[in-house]
């Protein structure tokens, strides 16, 4: 049953690989035997991040460098990078992004571009950039594999002054499935994680100490924020040879929230 997760012999590239949701797929690849590839725009985290995986002696290794995949020069330095450091590309996870919160009414103009820019239109270039790396990696039997993280905020209209973040998961989610229509016939599988509160750098105005993680917690319908092992194990089915025939998919690895619509309609003509 273990062949089923192994990812012994595949490389894989994680963006945003350093902290939060990106940290959590890149320990569960290195412990299932992957070796694992995570670059950021700070690439000194992302060489700290490594070193910390190599020295848990799992089957998988790391390595980390800076990337920066907000801009197209950006793009094209990690395409030729991870050209160089290998031959194919087995896996690859689209984690990295930003957000920006405002009330609305005060939220500017600029915040949709720059989320938009790393969120969408990022993650859809330095996918079709390195296509060529995954199809030569792939057959019918053993599909390359796309993971992009999208949100909760991107299936239900949970603005929390996040707007163009949520828009931005929500596009994440929708191109996440037209990729996987397009790309099944070279073998390519394209999946979505949907992740409701965990911890992370992105999360940490919420999540950054135990009573604020319990607070949240108790808003979730599974009654507390997600856990590394709910990462692992999205991921590591999504990748490894269990996953190897489900595309278009969107796992919502977010507790219940996905499926919240408020009060029952009738409920209040039975009390």
């Known amino acids: 049953m273990m062949d089923l997760f192994s990812l012994e012999g595949k490389t894989a590239l994680i963006t945003g690989g350093a902290t939060g949701i990106g940290r959590m ?58 050209k160089t450091r290998a031959p194919a590309l087995h896996i690859l996870m689209n984690n990295s992004g930003v957000t920006w919160g405002a009330p609305l009414g005060q939220f ?15 993650v859809f270039d330095l996918t079709q950039k390195l296509l060529p790396l ?13 993971i992009n993280v999208g949100s909760v905020m991107g299936e239900i209209p949970m603005g929390d002054g996040a707007y163009s973040y949520a828009a931005s998961k929500a ?5 996440s499935k037209i990729l996987a229509k397009e790309l099944a016939h070279q073998h390519v599988t394209v999946n979505a994680l949907a992740p ?26 599974l009654g507390r924020v997600g856990r590394e092992d709910d ?16 595309t278009g998919a969107v796992i919502p690895v977010s507790g219940g929230i996905n499926v919240m619509s408020g009060h029952n309609l ?6």
């Open 266 to 271: 009738f409920q209040s003509a039975l009390d």
């Open 171 to 175: 596009a994440v989610i929708h191109m």
């Open 108 to 122: 500017p103009h600029q915040a949709w571009e720059k989320v938009m820019s790393v969120n969408v239109a990022g």
């Open 231 to 246: 990462i692992a194990g999205c991921v590591l089915f999504l990748a490894g040879r269990g996953g190897s025939y489900v």
């Open 25 to 82: 797929a890149a320990e569960a690849m290195v412990r299932a035997g992957a070796r694992v590839l995570i670059a950021s725009r700070k690439g000194d985290a992302c060489v700290a991040v490594a070193e910390e995986l190599n020295a848990m002696d799992a089957p998988g290794s790391a390595e980390g460098f800076a990337a920066d995949i907000g801009t197209v020069e950006g793009i094209d330095a990690l395409v030729e990078e991870i």
């Open 134 to 146: 995954l199809i030569a990696s792939s057959d019918a039997d053993d599909p390359a594999r796309v």
């Open 196 to 221: 409701g509160p965990f911890v992370s750098r992105m999360t940490a105005f919420a999540t950054g100490d135990e009573e604020k993680r319990e607070k949240v917690g108790n808003d979730v319908p």
